[in-house]
């Protein structure tokens, strides 16, 4: 007997519990789950079953993350993935006494740890990354535009060519429809921030996919793929502050000052702007704290 029992236990628990349910957010979850399992192996504990955790084993795994330094974010992430696995199993209850405060994971932030990127250090890193990968910054560049998470840059070739025909025809909005890579397979609907350079731009990733084979990044599948863009992208020295992320941060920022100028409430813009993310515009009041709040504070 191993780990592995009592991961697929836990990971079939979560998927029977209520909430999100998309691939990616199951996809963590499964990851977080996996390492709950294999933490209380490698440690002697018996556990088997998701029915058979008990607080000891809970308070014993927040512990190590925060002993090895991960924040109260990462701690607090952690143990919602197990909640859910406990909820599937309606043991609520007992879910609900393992909170975050019980274990040591109170106040943990849910902002943003990166900054928007500026123009002038996108086109530094722009340079670097397109010596070693034209197709990964041309990915770059399409996520600085449109505010793309990276899946979703990578992915676009599919609809490169209606964005293109959305952008250049005087009659449309100028939005595009992101479609393929989204979180939940999501479709939403996002302008540009430039809409003239968006379009020569669309047109520069139309014809370099002609040249590649209809990919942007020349690999046979996503995942290796997914792997080229990420292995470029830290080469080139985009990590920390500095990762892709940022450009959805910049895009975030950018919008939510332009709505503010036209004289769009705060709540509003940052509900229409959610909606740009494909976060929804419930979540109005989230984006304006993780992706604005420094740039919008220092302007109240």
């Not at 609809?159 to 479609?179: C, E, K």
């Not at 939403?188 to 379009?199: E, G, I, K, T």
């Amino acid at each position: 007997m191993s780990h592995k029992s009592l991961t697929a236990d836990l990971c079939r628990a979560a998927r029977s519990a209520r909430g999100k349910q998309a691939d990616h957010t199951r996809k963590g979850r499964d990851q977080s789950l996996t390492r709950f399992a294999h933490f209380l192996w490698r440690e002697g504990f018996q556990v088997h079953t998701t029915g058979q955790l008990k607080e000891k084993h809970v308070k014993a795994w927040a512990s190590d993350l925060a002993e090895r330094g991960r924040s109260k974010r990462t701690v607090a992430n952690n143990l919602a993935h197990i909640r859910t696995a406990l909820e599937g199993i309606k043991r609520r209850p007992f879910a609900d006494k393992m909170s975050n405060t019980a274990l040591g994971a109170v106040r943990a932030s849910r902002a943003g740890t990166k900054r928007p990127m500026t123009r002038e250090a996108l086109d530094v890193h722009l340079a670097i990354v397109a010596a070693l990968d034209p197709g990964v910054a041309m990915v770059l560049e399409l996520l600085a535009e449109f505010g793309l998470r990276a899946e979703e840059g990578v992915r676009s070739v599919k609809s490169l060519a209606d964005w293109h025909r959305a952008l250049v025809n005087p009659v449309a909005d100028g939005f595009v429809s992101v479609i393929h890579g989204t979180k939940g397979g999501k479709t939403r609907r996002c302008p540009p921030l430039d809409r003239q350079r968006a379009a020569g731009l669309v047109a520069r990733a139309i014809e370099l996919s002609r040249q590649y084979g209809g990919k942007l990044v020349r690999k046979p599948d996503l995942k290796r793929a997914m792997d080229r863009y990420h292995y470029v992208v830290r080469k080139a020295g985009m990590t920390g502050e500095n990762a892709p992320h940022s450009l959805r941060y910049a895009y975030t920022v950018e919008h939510l000052q332009r709505m503010k100028v036209a004289g769009m409430a705060r709540p509003e813009a940052a509900a229409g702007v959610s909606m740009y993310l494909g976060h929804g515009d419930g979540r109005g009041t989230w984006v304006e704290y993780v992706y604005g709040r420094e740039a919008l504070a220092a302007e109240a």
